[in-house]
């Protein structure tokens, strides 16, 4: 994996895990979601025609990418309200890289030496072990479900993102079309389900989420962009290392709990991050 595109995924976890943070603290999580979502189609809307109109079979991946980006946005919100972030987050995003690599032996191209599969193992594992604790801390076991249905969708979106810009054959233009169908979709859903109560929300919350809809964005188009030059189930384990990012600011920032077991936990992504590196 280039050097360029290392470091760049990492950045695009600390964007990840900020826009999380943001969602999190907001006071209706679905609501901050909802705007996030809005904020990144209006910008999809404003890059789309500055680039040539997809193919007739990139039409296919965009459909799939909204549908999958929407159940993972909602679930995720879910989530968010029955546990911390420091513990929502790792479980969403842990067992994604497991799923893309178990996948990519059958589905994908991409080819991986087994030091990039150990240094994968590693980030997984040492995610899914900061979540470990949810059954000792008295947290609500009912985020599982919704936290691991996030996970599908992660890992859903992912392959089919990082399959479809390569079919695109230009990120940029994917991406701002899948904003538009990410926000197409989600509104929609949101409208069916709960009518337009969402949207009613303050100056304040608005500028928020889209502040974290612009953090989204970027997130977004480093790891899409990576997945076009570098294998889809490494882009997607660095990218999860936003774990340790969201830990240190939930702990920091939120004043959630720092056990023994989410130091450890975070010193076994660290070092499958080196592993990958080295």
């Known amino acids: 994996m280039e050097t360029t595109a290392f470091f760049a995924v990492l950045f695009a976890a600390l964007l990840h895990a900020s826009w999380n943070a943001i969602i999190r603290t907001s006071g209706n ?52 309200k029955h546990g911390d972030l420091s513990r929502v987050y790792p479980i969403a995003r842990g067992v994604a890289p497991m799923i893309v690599v178990l996948a990519g032996m059958f589905f994908l191209s991409d080819d991986l030496n087994i030091k990039q599969y150990i240094g994968v193992a590693l980030i997984g594992g040492g995610i899914i072990l900061m979540a470990h604790g949810i059954f000792r801390n008295g947290e609500a076991r009912v985020l599982i479900p919704f936290a691991l249905g996030s996970a599908l969708c992660t890992a859903g979106y992912s392959i089919v993102d990082g399959l479809g810009a390569r079919v695109a054959g230009d990120a940029s233009q994917f991406i701002a079309w899948i904003l538009l169908f990410d926000m197409l979709f989600f509104t929609s ?42 294998p889809i189930a490494l882009v997607t384990a660095l990218r999860e290392t936003s774990v340790l990012f969201a830990v240190m600011i939930g702990v920091l920032l939120m004043k959630e709990k720092a056990d023994l077991g989410k130091i450890i936990a975070a010193l076994v992504v660290v070092t499958g991050v080196i592993v990958i590196r080295i």
């Open 29 to 80: 999580r679905f609501q901050g979601m909802l705007i996030l979502t809005t904020a990144q189609g209006t910008m999809g809307l404003f890059m789309a025609p500055f680039f040539p109109l997809p193919s007739g079979e990139v039409w296919i991946w965009l459909i799939a990418s909204g549908v999958l980006h929407t159940g993972y946005k909602m679930f995720l919100a879910a989530a968010y």
């Open 189 to 230: 859903s949101t409208l069916v389900t709960t009518g337009p109560r969402h949207y009613r929300a303050s100056a304040k919350t608005w500028i928020i989420g889209s502040l974290a809809g612009a953090l989204s964005l970027a997130t977004y188009w480093i790891v899409v962009w990576a997945m076009t030059i570098a």
